[in-house]
């Protein structure tokens, strides 16, 4: 990107390690709410003060001490910069020789601030503390904008209310980001500037910037998402109006690009969206897999490679015609400014565009551009302007992986020179420097190694910027002349199939990926991996240290696979065959299996087919006796794909709209029975009975209160395990189906609403279960709440979470109840 990595080398840290500072306060600060991040910045500032209060008073003993002794001869080298890495260096060693002979720690300590000083480095700390403070701060203020009183108030309660909305992402999979402008409730308006999510599973695919209007139920998030508000749609949001301005016609550009790519042939077609605008709407699920198996999502996520490949292309094109450089740059950024609003301002997107931009201003300033400083300046002015920016994985990764190019690309290139040539060791050197930076964040959004991402990323590397240029060429130019762009498509569409097919292979080869160790302890020992791997690759002399990296090598796969292997078989081995309840983990949601006689049931599908497929797949479990929807929020109907086809029966509660109506329709024409059902209903399944208790015929609007509610008990006393399964019921709906159905008690319950504070403590205290199953996987709610899991601890009811316990069975009896847990042994 108009930077030489050559001369990033060990170079001026100073602007690295300031926004370093900057980026971990930011952190802090916007996962501790506004208060909490007053504090910090109050912390930090204060810091910074008293650091360079200490400096200046040290300074001033100095000169006085200077002009009591009269001048000192300048000695070879006591002149240099007053900050820099040499200068820190040896004013560190001047710290730890001052204090060997120091008898007090007061002494050592004047000394070591002295010796700081001198070298200017106290400065760099005194700056990274303020340059903290100011991210604190400006984190602060954005979480006092993002979440006024009114909003929070609703989202605690998760209340309903009329939302006015514009879609800031396109829409998928039944969910779409949203900037809320205004909330009505209770005839009062209130207008709005924030972030949410909107989820709506009838929301039909809408251009960005279309202003929606949606009565949705509103839900709390953490301080640090990146989302104020989550909002989930009680029936279909209904548009009020559409773009405007740039917003249109940038969403033509998108739309006739997709359109003409979509008549090309196979994965070329699909992919190639992805490539040139980042547009990946039309990827299908195989082709999406095959990319990330294969490592090269990165080629559909618009970041620096693309911003480079626009400016490059405009500043040479300027510079062919003769343009001053004052022109080419201002040129330049002009058009990256159009890029980033194509193809939307994602965190990795925005990070290459500022770096880009900084370093168009130092070329028109005429200073040498030096990498790290510029991605040093880049984070810096991000993570204060956008603290929320601190936590995106997106941004994350795109940071260290530009760090990776230029830290370590240069040496290791230069090594593997010893054996090949030139050009192919910076090929190889590239991705495998980024791969080597991002593995440790990777490994916490999914615990596998990737064998073939090398490889791929250097077949597919020529490729990729051919089909990113054709294609946006190709977008810009279709709507003037449609001829042109279309040629220009069939051309670009040569290296996107290639790329598609290469993924396709890399992900269809033997081992494509290796199980890690999930977690914090996985991504630690990838980066032990990989610290020892590059100090023996990098030993200057003694074979011994490459010997000890390789043994270290060797005990780390060994331990990592004999671990996920044995781990593996342990799962297996231990598994109760005769398991009579199952909890599915299927992330943010519910799913839970009964088995008995030879017949399966199971309670809601989780949002996700392709988890509640895998769970299913998992336990052999074919064909469904009975399917229960409890209602038909996302998080309970949204994995429904997994069960058409497969179900006998299904029961379900009162119907919220025409996407419910819809559902019932697809089962009932896949072959299923569809009943709507409430209280009274019973029925069988091999040696148990079950009653629906819960919710009356009348008097219950759709949705959590309108939860079916399912009692099961074994027949005429046999051996088995009772179970109540409370779906989404909150405390109101809690107490009415107590006072009607007057529960007893039960060997397991099913908590309600994934363990939202929002329950009936008489109940639990009723039922007396000794195992609480809750549904529930990463969320912004808080779920399962300290509140209900105090309730379960009171009345002796052990909690087994699908999130941190991953899948759950449950076997014997009442009185033999055994507990098995795929991640965890269980509590109790």
Known sequence: MLIDPGRTGAADLRLPIIAA??????????????????????????????????????????????????????????????????????????????????????????????????????????????????????????????????????????????????????????RASVRVVALEQRGATTTLDTDGVLFAQGLDPVPLGTTLEATARAAATDPGDDSAVLLFARGDPVVVGEPRGGDGLLDALRSRFREAAARLPGDGGQLLPGLAIGDTAELDAGLDDAMKVASLTHLTAVSGANCAVVVALVFGLLALLGASRLVRVLGSGIALLGFVALVTPEPSVVRAAVMAGIVLLTLALGRPVRGLPVLGAAVLVLV???????????????????????????????????????FLALAIAVPLAAQLFCQPVLILLQPVLPLYGVPANLLTEPAAPIATVLGLAACLVLPVFPALGDLLCTLAWVPSAWIAAVARFAADLPAASVPWLDGALGAVLVVVVIVVALTAAFAQRGRGVRRIAAGILVIAGVATASGIGGAALAQQLGRPADWSVALCDVGQGDGTLLRSGGEVALVDTGPDPELLADCLADLGVDRLSLVVLTHYDLDHVGGSDAIVGRAERVMVGPSDGADADRLDARLAAAGARVDQVSRGEHGRLGELAWEVLWPPPRGVEPGNSASVTLSVRPVDGRDGLSVLLLGDLGQTAQARMRGLAHPGRYDVVKVAHHGSADQDPELYRRIRARAGLIGVGENDYGHPTAKLLGILADVGTAALRSDQDGLVLLAGSGDHLRVWTQRAPPDG
Do not use: N
């Open 21 to 174: 500072a900057a980026w971990g306060a930011a952190i802090v600060a916007t996962g501790l709410g506004a208060a909490g991040a007053f504090v910090v910045a109050l912390l930090l500032g204060s810091a910074a003060a008293l650091l360079l209060a200490g400096t200046a008073s040290v300074g001033r003993r100095r000169r006085c001490r200077a002009r009591d002794r009269g001048p000192d001869p300048v000695r070879p080298g006591a002149l240099r910069p007053s900050v820099s890495t040499d200068a820190t260096t040896s004013a560190v060693g001047r710290l730890i020789a001052g204090g060997r002979g120091v008898a007090s720690a007061a002494g050592f300590l004047r000394r070591g601030v002295g010796a700081l000083a001198s070298s200017g480095a106290v400065v760099v700390i005194a700056v990274a503390l303020g340059a903290g403070a100011l991210a604190a701060t400006t984190s602060a203020l954005a979480d006092q904008h993002r979440r006024p009183a009114a909003l929070q108030r609703i989202a605690a309660a998760e209340s309903t209310a009329r939302w006015r909305l514009v879609t800031t992402t396109a829409v998928r999979d039944g």
């Open 384 to 422: 204060i302007a956008d603290p929320g920016l601190a936590r995106s994985y997106g941004f994350v990764l795109s940071v260290l992986a530009t760090a990776g190019l230029l830290v370590l690309a240069p040496p290791l290139a230069r090594r593997l020179e010893r054996w090949m040539p030139r």
